[in-house]
């Protein structure tokens, strides 16, 4: 998937989520930091791409990241996007809230600014530095800490999700490879899987995907704003059995 679809399906699931009762967020001011932070989130296994978003995030610093973690995780679509990296990233996440400072969790709050500077950035809005610091200030302002861990895990598992819907398909036993007996698009012989119904990376299918999803997102805006008294879901429930 491209980025700005791993950003919206990042958000879509985090959204999707709170809708369903298993993340629940009632105050409008933390759902939305929490919704940027997971947003970002959803580029997060792509830090090992030393010309994608994130490489050019927040430099220099982020591209000093990418180049590490690139020689790390043995290249794009590896190390990352593998059982071992959704791990790494869990344990990242739910650790976060250990590293504190006068009390202040600094780990979750940085992990927080930069996954949300990074999905303004990749929403058009401004990002970089000055986004970083204004999710951060979101963060402590609405006291977010205790959710954020799990922003950021949906986020990162939507993308390495996302990533295995394409046609490249990614490598969850990284760095073993383990090859079919007999090859498929499902398992090819590079030891690669993949449920390729989005077709290849930046397809017209992606698109409409991604399309799809920025609408609940968009919807589920009107309810948080009060424009809409039902959260997408319902509304998209109640059309159907209108029909």
Do not use: C
């Amino acid at each position: 998937m491209m980025g700005y679809s791993h950003s919206i399906s990042a958000a879509a699931a985090w959204l999707a989520l709170n809708e369903s009762g298993i993340i629940r967020i009632d105050d409008p001011a933390t759902l939305a930091v929490t919704t940027l932070a997971a947003a970002g989130a959803g580029m997060l296994p792509d830090i090992d791409h030393h010309n994608g978003s994130i490489a050019h995030s927040i430099p220099p610093v982020s591209r000093w990241v990418v180049r590490l973690v690139a020689k790390i995780s043995g290249g794009h679509r590896k190390g990352t996007h593998s059982l071992i990296g959704l791990a790494f990233f869990w344990v990242l996440a739910l650790s976060a809230n250990r590293l504190t400072y006068a009390g202040v969790p600094l780990l979750a709050l940085a992990l927080a600014g930069f996954a949300g500077g990074l999905a303004l950035r990749t929403f058009r809005a401004p990002g970089g530095w000055a986004g970083a610091l204004v999710v951060m200030a979101g963060t402590i302002y609405t006291n977010s800490f205790a959710t954020m861990p799990w922003a950021i895990l949906a986020g990162a598992t939507a993308h390495i999700v996302g990533d295995a819907l394409t046609t490249r398909g990614v490598n969850p036993f990284w760095p073993a490879t383990l090859r079919p007996l007999v090859p498929s698009p499902l398992w090819r012989r590079s030891g690669y899987m993949a449920l390729p119904v989005l077709g290849d990376a930046g397809s017209n299918r992606e698109n409409i995907f991604s399309g799809l999803l920025a609408s609940y997102v968009g919807l589920y805006a009107l309810t948080i704003l009060g424009i809409t008294h039902l959260p997408p879901g319902e509304l998209i429930s109640q059309f159907i059995s209108d029909r």
